[in-house]
């Protein structure tokens, strides 16, 4: 089903080489230090990989999510935390910008984006996770600018990230308009403040910490409307996020599928009961199991990057995807520890840090639990409103 050119399978190869050298041989200390790892970023800005999919016109490679998604995984099974920044520094808000953007606004972000900035995307709130569209950030429209206030929280790269896509409440001549997106670059636009980190379980090289907008102007050409207008601005920069779906999911298979392997090896190296462990049967059905896991996520991974319209991959598709991966991390990282016994249990090996740094794809990006809800929708071919009179009103 899925032949991948001689382009493809060439990227796949130079990337696994880069991933496999110096981006692993850091891992570890990315996760013991807790900090972002510039010198990776480096390697990815002259490998030309971030910002590949910008299109040439803007400077970048032009590639297709897919490549990216080759990209992620080989980088992932090294090094979540460089995987991710991959990700981010295609997809998401870059993708978003690249698609509905002006001019104006593609070339203020693309120069940054290939000069290494991994964008952030600011949806989520404390009061606003799962339920996105009640976000309270609100911009206020006053003559050509608008005023955004309002605090986020788990922002990837908070303090590190110059670009920001900011989702906030639209307000024009005192009127709720819709969801719309802002252009932020931190360091230029006044009125953003970084605030607390978090102490997160995984992927510590990545600051995950609140972003606070407090009366920051926004110059009105710098507002992201997606071109089914702000009525449909929401659903509108999803299509766009569903490409970051699949990237994430994607950071998920790539470091199960490198706990696996580590795992593979060790069984052929461990001794109990005077043989290798690979040879016990109970362990190959594991190990079985784990492949077909694998290889189910990444055909629906890819199958899910190749999707879709405008661009930007279907939404179901994507939804599935990210949820299959996302668990199959979960578990896959686990049964790599547990194949390692004790020795898996240590930090001086990585299947700890892969067991943590797999965890937050059931939750970021869009829960399971909500991921499942958006695919009932479709298989059940209704709406699924989870809001408490949700049904009611659909039935008025
Ligand atoms: C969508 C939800 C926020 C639920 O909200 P609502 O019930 O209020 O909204 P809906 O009526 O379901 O949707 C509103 C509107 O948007 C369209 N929509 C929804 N999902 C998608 C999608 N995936 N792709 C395209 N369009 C979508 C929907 O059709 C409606 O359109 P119309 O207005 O009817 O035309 C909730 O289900 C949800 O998704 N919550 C998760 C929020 C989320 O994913 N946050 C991610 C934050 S960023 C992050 O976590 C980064 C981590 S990473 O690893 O990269
Ligand atoms: C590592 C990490 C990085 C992140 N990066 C970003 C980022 O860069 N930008 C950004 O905007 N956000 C980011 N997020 C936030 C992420 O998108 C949210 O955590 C996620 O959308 C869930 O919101 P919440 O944490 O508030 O959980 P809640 O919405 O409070 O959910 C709590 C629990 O209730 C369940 N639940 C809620 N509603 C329903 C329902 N209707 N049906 C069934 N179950 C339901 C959820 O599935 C979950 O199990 C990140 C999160 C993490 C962990």
Redesign the pocket.
Known sequence: MFDLTPEQQLIRNSVRELAQGVIKSRAAEVDRSEEYPWENVQLLVEAGLMGMCIPKKHGGAGASYLDAVLVVEEMAKACGVTGRIVVEGNMGAIGAICAYGSKKQIDRVAPLVLAGDKP?????EPGA???ATSMSTIAVKKKDKYILNGV?H???GGGVSRVHLVFAQVVENGERQGIGAFIAVRGEDEGMRIGRREP?MG?RGLP?TEVIFENMEISADMALVPPQGLRRGFGGLMDAYNAQRVGAGTVALGVAAGAYDTAKEYMKTREQFGRPIAEFQGLQWMIADMDVALESARLMLWRAACSGKNGFPDPLLAAQAKLLASETAVKVTNDALQLHGAAGYSRDLPLERMVRDAR?FT?????A??LR?LIAGHALDMKTP?TRDGYSRLAK
Do not use: P
Not at 120 to 124: G, R
Not at 363 to 367: E, L, R, S, V
């Open positions: 952030a995307i600011c949806i989520t996770g799962s339920a986020k788990w922002i990837t997160a992927l995950e937050m939750i970021g990006g869009g829960t639990q909500m809800n989870q």
